[in-house]
């Protein structure tokens, strides 16, 4: 049972922003619900409206060309993420990362946008994306902006978003041709998991296959807002990525980046624990999963 | 050749094309002409003085039939301790106590005006913890035990928030500790879960212009459920009717009324309007009912050759805020908490605790699965101690036919050596280390789980058989299906007995008005107790039988002889069969029952007269139950040592079945009953925070999910030992599985790490401290 | 707006209802329509025995609003069936021993319908991962997931 709201269907971005502005905190931009209606189902009355963007044009489909990259629209969901050939080849950090969202069914509604725009420490779809270094274009009654998404967190399910914008699409450059990508998902059950920890990486070699050139880093429920880790990231910067020991060695600096709290779902000291073995683990799994030419 | 033509044969349930079509109609289905919808005022608080309730402007909401609040119905509820309003008066002792209830046209109005409803609590502190609640100093949950009425079998302690202290004394434990070359001393704990069957508590109620209730829920135990009730509300039984729709899963979970009060609370003010309560997933969590925390304490005493010589425990359950049926949990779980195993001196005291959290009742196992945890880890420490295998330790002490229980009854049918050879050697447990290191890094570690369980006694149940001209059978009873089997099994019996094929026998929904009197559907009972009562319900209607066709033949009954498979023949004088006979399966075509009287077999079976009332002090006795029954589980486990996940590899279950009815029944609860056991081990629990319960929801109380059951699941089921007053020999299985796989799984866990588990369940941060070492060890060798 | 006008198609049926914008696409099915099949059992999309097929894809009715399902084609666990023909996997859920207390056998069957018509013949692995979202409390999965294997592999060899 949901408490009664008014149901708005904007048909462009701008009636979508005006609804938001109008409604400020009384009202909800909703996508595929599978967040704000579990909330709302509590019973209780927490909103007057709810603003329905998903049929809005500008937010559909998936994108994709070598020069462009990828552009995915804010009501593309979890699963037509998970199923699209370009990205399963190209970007499948990504697809690992959203595949551990819900279940099928959720992931048939859930969106990428939503995702984001939940701001949630453990989203699954946000720390890949981050990696991936991926980019919010974000329009408001104003006009249009675009924000890299590691500047879109502001505060815990704080984003940079105004009382009038709305997230449209989420770009994401091609990646090099050679780059290995991981993300590992800790959670006490193996689905239908919020994530304790949410590790993501993306890194390049050089020619040699195994001095690093490019690493980047992701942590989910690891500090208030999804974070990369920047001094994890520096410190395997031309390190011997095939060296064990060397990757493990960053075990020492990565709790420099993180800051896990404790709470009744896990202590922050075993949270701890499980990021100095688990960061360098993502890492030996990314490096494994290097795509050659 | 089997002897038998139905029993001991695959057979598919009855239920299954209206469950898969989406035709069978659960409680939630059921929608009533006239029908109002219930919703119900919780409790914010777990503990908290009541300073007023202002329903006045509820009253005035829109569409609202009924409100109720807790002083309109005073009536006392509680199989073990009468402690239990409707509504709570006064004070709420849990969060997700009912304080008030609304009755509306539809159930967004209901809501709507519940909200309206304006209550003032002043919070008290809770009692949150099991041990600290037995201090004196604690808070009480309840102010005065003793006001309420109890069963004389318990023995609240006034004063303190003790709902009963059991105890149990056999030989003399002082002397034995004394004489021992080893002492094992440990302390476990388990944490509260929650039975979590996909189908909420719900209830519709109807009272009609004589004052008679009708109760459409999936009760597990309907005349239970209807005994309750007349307590309560002080009106006789036969003027209450319980209707029970399919159950959607149960578990021990829907013994005790959660909606079904609240349903006729409301149902009493609505003028002959059906009234719906249902719970939400999260009212089910808050105040549908619990398995009850538990810490032991524990001490074993073995001579250096392996005999156990003394087992000693206290323990504490955290039974909640309302004591229902908990005592029982207390005392079962005592009464087996030396394992199965010969040991000739007990002593066992277990305190049924009240605190201001859920209700503890029964859920599959009674106890037992919590403590074969606790009695198969001391297993292990002292093997451990005496560097024994832990397999040859435990074959060295399990009991036999002829030993002294642990109530000092002579024990009989005990098929405890059997099932713990066969799970070891499902394993390979011969040889093969408990502790090990797999090429890519993992700790994988091998365990056994052994428990004994009795079933509740005394108890009955009764089951009619009514014969119909086509040669048709409807099979009556009230134990009520959950998705155990009963439903296909007591169709086999009634096959097997009458010789009429088993689609031609159906069964009937249970209903207290209709369907003959039962105890309960727990405890692992129902084929028992139910398959017996067929059985005699059988034999009546094979007499009746007999004197149609005597009569239809022009034959004294004595020369009339009702063969195995159905088959009726004429005999002579000298007893020898003169060729004419007719076939049960041909009743349709030879119509010898047609036109005649209605035949109608009855059988009933009860065990009053079997069962001897034990010492209140040591708990002895000469007989304690109808049925022991016995199992063990082995254990194969995996541990990431970078995130400290287990990961089950292998169960294999065995168990003393004594004689398998239905193999396809068996297969479904024991491979449904070893995931539910990794699911209490690995994953669930409540988590409270002064009171307050973190986790009542599907995401936070974690049951397993197809992604957390990728196991090898090993079933087999023993046959050595019948129940020589089973039917066919059998005993049960609906608790056995789950009983051995949380003991099974910890005692594998703790083999792989060289630790003791000393908390259920086991989580990451429990063990990734000892992942490390076992792996810095291996790694030094 | 707080009520709407919807045009869906259910099991082959079409209906025009105004509905409130408040009810979900479960309440809709059950209480407007009388198709009781799909289940309650949370509230929160966790336990999938309210799983419906959504234009063939299977949701959460919990979930999502009958509004949004304007337009949709529909198919609920009464729509599987054929007249008296039950679909493939029906009929393996009784013949294997699939079926327990049967609350979440509708959305269990409607799940792995959808997993059959998308990926043909997944393999035992991937159909754990993609029942995910689907509780059951009495089978402990092991008979369900066979089944729908089983099945995938039957339709496959015709």
Same mark, same amino acid.
């Given at each position: 049972m949901i408490a009664r709201f008014d149901y708005h269907v904007p048909a462009s971005l701008d009636e979508a922003c005006a609804l938001k502005k109008e409604y400020g905190n009384t009202g909800i931009v909703v996508a595929g619900g599978s967040d704000v209606y579990a909330k709302m189902h509590l019973g209780d009355h927490l909103y007057d409206h709810v603003i329905d963007i998903k049929k809005i044009e500008d937010m559909q489909g998936i994108r994709w060309s070598e020069t462009e990259g990828l552009s995915l629209g804010a009501a593309v969901t979890h699963h037509e993420i998970e199923r699209h050939p370009v990205i399963k080849e190209r970007y499948d950090v990504l697809v690992q990362g959203v595949r551990t969202i819900g279940s099928l069914q959720v992931r048939n509604r859930g969106t990428i946008g939503g995702n984001i725009c939940t701001a949630a420490p453990s989203a699954d779809g946000i720390g890949p994306l981050l990696v991936l270094d991926a980019s919010c274009v974000i329009h408001g009654l104003g006009g249009e902006r675009t924000v890299p998404l590691k500047d879109f967190f502001t505060g815990p399910k704080q984003t940079v978003l105004a009382d009038d914008e709305v997230l449209v699409r989420v770009t994401v450059p091609t990646p090099a041709p050679s780059y290995g990508g991981a993300y590992f998902k800790y959670g006490r059950r193996n689905a239908m998991e919020i994530a304790l920890l949410g590790i993501s990486v993306y890194l390049e070699v050089a020619d040699d296959g195994k001095t690093c050139s490019a690493m980047r880093i992701a942590l989910g429920t690891s500090a208030p807002i999804p974070i990369r880790a920047q001094k994890t990231e520096a410190y395997y910067i031309g390190k011997d990525l095939s060296d064990r020991q060397v990757v493990e060695a960053a075990s020492s600096i990565i709790l420099e980046d993180a800051s896990p709290r404790n709470s009744w779902r896990a202590d922050g000291e075993f949270r701890r624990s499980l990021l100095k073995l688990l960061v360098p683990r993502t890492v030996r799994t990314a490096y494994g999963a290097l795509t050659r030419e | 050749m089997s002897e038998y033509t139905v029993i001991g044969k695959p057979a598919l349930r009855k239920d299954s094309h209206d469950k898969v079509t989406g035709s069978a109609q659960f409680c939630a289905d059921i929608t009533l002409t006239g029908m109002l919808h219930g919703a119900v005022l919780r409790s914010k608080v777990? =503990?908290?003085?009541?300073? %007023?309730?202002? #329903? %006045?402007?509820?009253?005035?909401?829109?569409?609202?039939?009924?409100?109720?609040?807790?002083?309109?119905?005073? @009536?006392?509820?509680?199989? %073990? *301790? +009468?402690d239990q309003t409707f509504l709570a008066i006064d004070k709420v002792r849990h969060e997700g106590e009912p304080i008030?209830?609304?009755?509306?046209?539809?159930?967004?109005?209901? @809501?709507?005006?519940?909200?309206?409803?304006?209550?003032? *609590?002043?919070?008290?502190?809770? #009692?949150?913890?099991?041990?600290?609640? +037995?201090?004196p100093e604690s808070a009480l949950v309840h102010d005065r035990l003793e006001d309420y009425w109890h069963v004389d079998t318990i023995r609240p302690v006034n004063g303190t928030n003790i709902y009963d202290h059991f105890t149990l004394r056999k030989g003399d434990v002082d002397k034995a500790f004394a004489e021992a070359d080893v002492i094992v001393e440990n302390e476990y704990d388990c944490a509260i879960l929650h039975h979590a069957a996909i189908e909420n508590h719900l209830a519709i109620a109807k009272v009609d212009g004589s004052g008679k209730i009708t109760v459409w829920s999936p009760a597990q135990s309907p005349y239970y459920i209807r005994g309750e009730l007349s307590r309560a509300l002080k009106v006789p039984e036969n003027k209450i009717r319980v209707i029970v729709p399919p159950i959607g899963g149960g578990f021990g979970g829907k013994l005790e009324a959660r909606a079904e009060q609240l349903a006729i609370a409301l149902a009493m003010k609505t003028h002959g309007r059906p009234v719906k309560v249902a719970f939400s997933r999260e009212e089910d969590f808050l105040a549908g009912t619990v398995r009850a925390g538990v810490h032991f304490k524990m001490r074993t005493a073995a001579r250096k050759d392996g005999k156990i010589l003394a087992v000693e425990s206290t323990n504490w359950w955290d039974s909640g805020a309302y004591s229902t049926i908990s005592p029982t949990v207390t005392l079962k779980a005592n009464v087996i908490l030396a394992g199965p195993y010969e040991v000739d001196n007990v002593? +066992?005291?277990? @305190?049924?605790?009240? $605190?201001?959290?859920?209700?503890? $009742?029964?859920?599959?196992?009674?106890?037992?699965?919590?403590?074969?945890?606790? =009695?198969?880890?001391? +297993?292990?420490?002292?093997a451990k101690a005496l560097g024994m295998d832990p397999y040859e330790l435990r074959m060295k002490n399990v009991m036999v036919d002829g030993c002294k229980g642990h109530t000092g009854e002579k024990m009989f049918a005990v098929g405890i050596k059997e099932c713990l050879k066969e799970a070891a050697e499902g394993l390979g447990w011969e040889g093969h280390p408990t502790s090990w290191i797999t090429e890519d890094g993992k700790i994988r570690g091998r365990g056994l789980g052994t428990f004994m369980k009795f079933t509740g006694t005394p108890s009955y149940t009764s089951a009619t058989i009514k014969l119909n001209f086509d040669g048709s059978a409807v099979v009556s009873y009230s134990t009520t299906e959950l998705g155990q089997g009963v439903g296909i099994v007591i169709p086999q019996i009634v096959a097997e007995e009458l010789g009429i094929p088993l689609e031609l026998i159906s069964t009937v929904q249970v209903d207290t008005d209709h369907t003959p009197l039962d105890k309960t559907t727990t405890s692992s009972r129902a084929t028992y107790h139910l398959g017996n009562a067929t059985i005699k319900a059988a034999e009546d209607a094979r007499r009746q039988i007999c004197q149609w066709v005597a009569f239809k033949w022009k034959t004294p009954v004595e020369r009339i002889e009702f063969k195995k498979g159905g088959i009726i023949v004429q005999l002579d004088e000298q007893g020898k069969p003169t060729g004419k006979q007719a076939r049960m399966d041909e009743l349709a075509k030879n119509g010898l029952i047609k036109n005649g009287e209605p035949i109608l077999g009855y059988g009933s079976y009860e065990t009053t007269n079997i069962w001897h009332k034990p010492d209140p002090e040591t708990y002895q006795t000469e007989r304690l139950t109808a049925m022991w029954f016995f199992g063990a589980n082995a254990a194969e486990v995996e541990i990431d040592p970078d995130t400290a996940k287990i990961r089950v590899v292998k169960v294999v279950a065995a168990h003393d079945i004594g004689k398998t009815l239905n193999p396809l029944g068996c297969l479904q609860q024991v491979e449904g009953g070893v995931i539910m056991g990794i699911g209490n081990t690995l994953l669930e629990e409540f988590i409270h925070r002064d009171g307050y319960l973190m986790n009542g929801n599907m995401v936070d109380f974690k049951i397993p999910t197809s992604m957390d059951s990728d196991v090898e699941i090993e079933m087999r089921l023993i046959e050595s030992s019948p129940h020589p007053e089973g039917p066919y020999g059998a005993k049960g299985i609906g608790e056995p599985a789950m009983c051995a796989t949380q003991s099974a799984v910890a005692s594998a866990v703790a083999h792989a790490l060289g630790v003791p588990v000393v908390h259920v369940p086991i989580k990451g941060e429990h063990i990734l401290a000892a992942c490390r070492k076992r792996l810095e060890e291996a790694n030094d060798r | 707006m707080f009520k709407k006008e919807i045009n869906i198609m259910v099991n082959n049926e079409h209906y025009v209802r105004e509905v409130a914008v408040n009810r979900t696409l479960l309440e809709f099915l059950r209480e407007d329509l009388g198709l009781t099949g799909a289940k309650e059992g949370c509230n929160e999309g966790e336990c999938g025995a309210c799983t419906v097929l959504v234009d063939g894809k299977p949701v959460n009715s919990c979930l999502m609003l009958a509004v949004e399902a304007d337009g949709s084609y529909i198919l609920t666990i009464e729509g599987l069936a054929k007249g008296d023909l039950l679909h493939p996997l029906q009929q393996a859920f009784i013949d294997e021993g699939a079926v327990q207390c049967g609350f979440c056998t509708p959305g269990m069957i409607m799940t792995a319908k959808a997993i059959l018509d998308e990926y043909g013949n997944p393999s035992e692995k991937e159909i754990r991962k993609l029942m995910e979202g689907n509780l059951c409390r009495c089978t402990g999965y092991t008979r369900v997931i066979k089944t729908v294997k089983k099945t995938a592999e039957a339709l496959a060899a015709k």
């Open positions: - | 777990p =503990h908290g003085i009541i300073k %007023s309730i202002d #329903v %006045s402007a509820a009253k005035e909401a829109e569409g609202v039939r009924a409100v109720v609040t807790g002083e309109e119905v005073p @009536y006392r509820l509680g199989r %073990s *301790i +009468m008030a209830l609304v009755a509306a046209d539809t159930l967004e109005q209901a @809501y709507a005006a519940v909200r309206m409803i304006k209550v003032d *609590i002043e919070p008290l502190p809770a #009692v949150n913890d099991v041990l600290e609640a +037995m201090k002593k +066992m005291d277990g @305190y049924c605790v009240a $605190t201001n959290k859920q209700l503890g $009742t029964a859920q599959r196992g009674f106890g037992v699965a919590e403590a074969s945890y606790a =009695h198969e880890q001391q +297993m292990d420490a002292v | -």
